[in-house]
């Protein structure tokens, strides 16, 4: 079964960090990017950071270049999104997909086996 599990989300005061975790299983993690996606209240989802697993390309949108950064270990099946100076305005549920087809890292259309969310909420 494909799965992807999120964690690391939580509440931080703004100019803070965290960082997200998501765990693959159950698919051929080296073969496939993995994007991180988020979706505040009332909003679509939209595309955040995204790693290729084949040749470490990345992809950051233009809201958060140069605050977050995405990583992945392959030994551990995961990706990580390490996020630095937390603005209000980055409050959302974070999901992270596989890309299934190249409709462009920041196109959720493109991507499948969304995990379940966490939550990251930035005080002001």
């Known amino acids: 079964e494909v799965q992807l599990v999120e964690s690391g989300g939580g509440l931080v005061q703004a100019g803070g960090s965290l960082r997200l975790s998501c765990v693959a299983s159950?698919?051929?993690?080296?073969?496939?990017?993995i994007g991180w996606f988020r979706q505040a209240p009332g909003k679509e989802r939209e595309g955040v950071s995204c790693i290729s697993r084949s040749d470490g390309s990345t992809y950051y949108s233009d809201s958060v270049k140069g605050r977050f950064t995405i990583s992945s270990d392959g030994a551990k099946n995961t990706v990580y999104l390490q996020m630095n100076s937390l603005r209000p305005e980055d409050a959302a549920v974070y999901y992270c997909?596989?890309?299934?087809?190249?409709?462009?890292?920041?196109?959720?259309?493109?991507?499948?086996?969304w995990g379940q969310g966490t939550q990251v909420t930035v005080s002001s």
């Open positions: 159950g698919f051929a993690f080296d073969e496939y990017a």
């Open positions: 997909a596989a890309e299934v087809a190249h409709t462009g890292a920041e196109d959720p259309r493109g991507f499948a086996s």
